[in-house]
């Protein structure tokens, strides 16, 4: 089995924050693999499933970020885990906006996240670094991180979440460097369809009438209606 953590601060004054996209990516996992509920544990919150026949259990850590390393290295000593067991997706101010890269072990690039949980149960787990852009200086990164995601991120957001959640089993059997490649495929044959569009739109027909699959909708679709009715982008 493995653990699968997602970095985040709790609460919904960050939910929506470009630090917690570690929360959303593994929400979006639970969502269409089917885990069961959420549920208090380990100073976090934990959802168990399947993946491919492979056992999974999901882990936000409710502990701001940190201290994310407490609630990681009690999950681990509980299921007798060991590093190498251990996935964590948190956001990467290093790497473009939607861009995915897997890494094992080495720096830490300043993420406090990732220093609490090296602290906790040392080197040797898997990452999933989820780009998110940089703000150009150093100054600026701390609040950069803790703002909302701006509208135009939903352009890389969805494809992002769908190609993620789609290759999840790859991560199961622990074929990290298949997971990366056959995620960034499917992100770059999207691309020629987004620059298909035809440039001439048609009237914007009315919403449908919200029907009872609306109510499970994704976390993504949540994400993006959010960001919406936000006043100005960050």
């Known amino acids: ?7 985040g601060n709790p609460g919904p004054k960050y939910a929506k924050n470009r630090h917690n996209i ?14 069961a509920a959420w549920r208090k544990k380990f100073q976090g ?13 999901a882990l936000k850590p409710m502990t701001y970020m940190n ?5 990681v290295g009690k999950a681990m000593r509980f299921y007798n885990l060991e590093p190498d067991d251990v996935v964590v997706v948190y ?20 993420h406090n996240g990732l220093k609490s949980i090296k602290a906790h149960i040392g080197d040797g787990f898997h990452r ?30 969805e494809p992002l979440s769908d190609a993620i959640a789609e290759y999840a089993p790859l991560l199961a059997t622990r074929e990290f460097a298949t997971f990366q490649n056959k995620v960034h495929l499917r992100l ?39 960001i919406s009715g936000n006043e100005s982008d960050t």
């Open 1 to 7: 089995m493995i653990l699968l953590v997602g970095l």
């Open 22 to 35: 570690g929360f959303m990516m593994v929400d979006e996992i639970v969502r269409q693999h089917g885990f």
């Open 45 to 57: 919150e934990i959802s168990e499933g399947l993946i491919g026949g492979n056992k999974v259990v």
């Open 67 to 71: 201290e994310s390393g407490q609630a």
């Open 91 to 110: 956001d990467e101010l290093d790497l473009p906006p939607g861009k995915l890269r897997m890494k094992t072990g080495g720096g830490l690039a300043g």
């Open 128 to 157: 999933i670094r989820l780009g998110i852009g940089h703000p150009g200086h150093k100054d600026k990164v701390h609040g950069y991180v803790l703002k909302d995601f701006a509208k135009q991120d939903a352009d890389w957001f």
């Open 188 to 226: 770059n044959d999207d691309e020629p369809a987004a620059k298909a569009k035809p440039a001439k739109k048609a009237a914007p027909a009315s919403p449908p009438a919200p029907t009872e699959k609306d109510s499970s909708a994704s976390p993504f679709a949540k994400l993006k209606r959010l």
